[in-house]
């Protein structure tokens, strides 16, 4: 679709401009009955649609708004739809949103609806601190450093690369 990096904020105002029911993408693992989520097969869906759009003829900018629009609602559903089979499983009533995801107005508006429909509570950053979730890793890391929990001796400089680590390990 032409998109810059990073994708999501390009999608998401591209969206704004389109119908999000303009073509028929998949809800990916939406019902399976766990808690996973891959949007590897909306990615190929999005790809699949987007070049039968261009073999119709040029693609114009309210082709491209309206899959961004139906690419957007496929995330919205799935990833809303999991966040708050979760809260329902663990029965908890607050939800913290963090990172780029957090940006996303419309992710925003689904949680904010079906968190008050639960009693419960959903919390975002403020729209600037809605980036990349370094900075969120490196504050929880730095209060746990304050609250004692963490050795810093100087082992502290040694790390190994985790790209998937459990918070209560940082």
């Known amino acids: 679709m032409g998109l810059p990096y990073p994708g999501g904020p390009a999608l998401s105002r591209l969206a704004e401009k389109g119908d999000p029911a ?15 989520f ?17 073999q119709a003829g040029p693609l114009s ?32 009533k607050r939800l913290v949103v963090a990172g780029g995801v957090g940006a996303n107005s419309q992710l925003r ?29 490196a504050h929880a890391a730095a209060e746990r450093v304050k609250a004692g929990l963490v050795d810093i001796s100087s082992s502290a400089y040694t790390f190994s690369v985790r790209p998937r680590w459990d918070l209560s390990e940082v």
Request: aromatic share 6%; hydrophobic share 45%; net charge positive.
């Open 61 to 92: 900018e309210q082709d491209r708004a309206n899959l961004a629009a139906s690419a957007q609602q496929a995330i919205v559903d799935v990833l809303g739809y999991k966040v708050i089979k979760a809260m329902k499983q663990t029965r908890l």
């Open 38 to 54: 891959s949007f590897s097969g909306l990615k190929t869906a999005v790809l699949t649609t987007l070049r039968k759009i261009e």
């Open 22 to 36: 303009a073509y028929a993408l998949p809800r990916p693992m939406m019902h399976s009955p766990d808690l996973d």
């Open 109 to 137: 508006s689904y949680l904010r609806s079906e968190m008050a429909k639960q009693g419960g509570q959903v919390f975002f950053p403020p729209l600037a601190l809605c980036t990349d979730n370094g900075a969120m890793i």
